[in-house]
């Protein structure tokens, strides 16, 4: 069955510096991948969409890379701020008219 | 403001109750998706709608059940509540980027306890 994984277990890092998150998928073969942030208790926020023919796409602080032979995609969050600090899911087309399918998140904490 | 919006933001009602979350999708938007997330959980895709016909069903129980009408608002009912229904259920509207892909806008969440 398709399964989409991300880290669950938090992620601290240091003002400043370059966090990094990962989302790994099996048994899909998506021709693009999402990134959202959600804050606690409040819808998620699109950031950034990246097609199966692009190897990385930037915007402002973030970048986007996929690689669809190692079936993931990293998530870099560039002179990171505590404003950054949310859980940002992956998400992938799973099949359906626009339907697509949600990592369960990885929690980001940028300390100051 | 994602353009989506909720209501109530927060039920509170027991066990065995009904209850029916009201979304209405960004203007233009003729897309509805239903969203369950549980603490600690991920977004569970319930169910969606477009243009008032059912488009793709999720992990949706048997005692919930949604509908989109004729102005493209959507209710989600909710009945025979159980304690593990408590969670945060979402609303989304999508919007076309081209070449098959959709952005997702989400609404505020309703917050749903049951007791």
């Known amino acids: 069955s398709q399964k989409i994984e991300q880290n669950s277990e938090a992620l601290n890092i240091q003002e400043g510096k370059t966090a990094t998150l990962t989302c790994n998928y099996t048994n899909y073969s998506p021709a693009y991948l999402q990134w959202y942030r959600q804050d606690p208790g409040r819808g998620p926020v699109f950031l950034l969409l990246?097609?199966?023919?692009?190897k990385e796409k930037r915007k402002e602080r973030l970048k986007v890379t996929f690689d669809t032979t190692l079936k993931q995609s990293l998530f870099h969050i560039t002179a990171s701020q505590p404003a950054d600090s949310a859980t940002y899911l992956c998400a992938l087309p799973s099949g359906g008219y626009q339907k697509v399918t949600f990592g369960i998140g990885t929690k980001l904490q940028v300390i100051p | 403001d994602s353009g989506v919006t909720q209501t109530p933001k927060h039920l509170i009602t027991a066990t065995g109750q009904r209850v029916t979350l009201r979304c209405s999708p960004r203007s233009g938007d003729l897309s509805v998706y239903w969203y369950q997330q549980s603490l600690d959980q991920g977004l569970q895709f319930l169910i969606q709608y477009y243009n008032g016909e059912e488009r793709a069903k999720g992990n949706i129980l048997e005692r919930f059940s949604a509908q989109q009408f004729p102005d493209l608002h959507s209710e989600l009912n909710l009945s025979s509540l159980e304690l593990g229904d408590s969670a945060l259920y979402f609303c989304a509207s999508s919007v076309d980027l081209g070449q098959g892909a959709y952005e997702q806008y989400f609404g505020p969440g309703t917050r749903l306890t049951v007791t």
């Open positions: 990246i097609r199966e023919n692009e």
